[in-house]
């Protein structure tokens, strides 16, 4: 029986969860040295490898609390930290860390942040202090996560996609991304935008408005804001987002960027 058999007969049940320890750790194992991925791109679409997801989630199961050191630093968790950070051409930042089962490529840089379980990171993203890469989420190449981004983790249900930030994206001070989001390639989220399924992002850059859901297109400029909507006890204004400008290729120097986004008046 194949280790995703295992893996998917002891989630649902049918197996004692036992049954399939080996096939799990061979699974979070691929996971940490990224020769497998919980969702990758197939022919343009993202597709979730899903039993990848039910391995981690067997992980919690399966595993014990322990003491867990990391040179001066000490934790109590199932899950071992990432080890091996220099061979793998990663750097982290005291008090940064990268659990056991993530995925960074070589020039991945971690600040005091926080990589968790099923992550994928891509060569040469910055992982800003306090920006967190929830489980499973798949990050590009050359992404900058900065100050205080939380990227959210999406677990369950098991076929639900990842949050994913495709390549060159740049994610602004305190943003958000959560359930299952998606950002396009070389998109940039002003500080402080919320992200997620159901807030509405709508493209203000032409005649008639055009909204999107969950996912950020290629290239957009997007800042945080409201719109009203009237309740029978009054009219309030809800969360949004709005694209109000798109990224060119004479802005993929990051000096052409910043005096871009001066002009829009976008802070990040």
């Known amino acids: 029986m194949s280790d995703r058999e295992l893996i998917e007969k002891a989630y649902a049940g049918e197996s004692p969860i036992e049954d399939a320890r080996d096939a799990v750790d061979r699974a979070i194992d691929a996971l940490d040295r990224g020769e497998m991925r919980v969702a990758q791109k197939v022919d343009g679409v993202w597709v979730v490898n899903e039993w990848l997801k039910l391995a981690v989630l067997l992980s919690f199961r399966l595993g014990k609390m322990t003491r867990i050191e990391a040179g001066d630093l ?3 968790d199932k899950i071992r930290v990432k080890k091996d950070l220099a061979g793998q051409g990663v750097r982290v930042v005291p008090p940064g860390m990268i659990r056991y089962g993530a995925h960074c490529e070589p020039g991945v840089i971690v600040m005091p942040g926080f990589v968790n379980i099923g992550a994928y ?7 800003d202090t306090w920006a967190t890469v929830g489980s499973c989420a798949q990050i590009g190449r050359n992404v900058h996560l900065a100050g205080g981004v939380g990227i ?6 098991p076929n639900a996609t990842p949050v994913i930030v495709e390549d060159r994206a740049f994610i602004g001070s305190r943003c958000i991304v959560t359930e299952g989001a998606i950002i396009g390639e070389g998109a940039v989220l002003g500080a402080n935008t919320t992200i997620t399924a159901s807030i509405p992002i709508i493209d203000v850059t032409k ?5 999107y859901r969950a996912e950020v297109p290629p290239g957009a400029i997007v800042v945080q804001g409201t719109r009203p909507r009237t309740f029978p006890g009054g009219t309030v204004h809800l969360q949004c987002a709005y694209i109000i400008g798109w990224r060119e290729d004479r802005h993929d120097e ?15």
């Open 152 to 157: 959210g983790g999406v677990l369950e249900p």
């Open 121 to 127: 990171v891509g060569a040469g993203t910055m992982v």
């Open 74 to 76: 000490h934790f109590h």
């Open 254 to 268: 990051r000096l052409g960027l910043n005096e871009h986004l001066r002009e829009l008046g976008v802070q990040l």
């Open 207 to 211: 005649d008639t408005p055009v909204e």
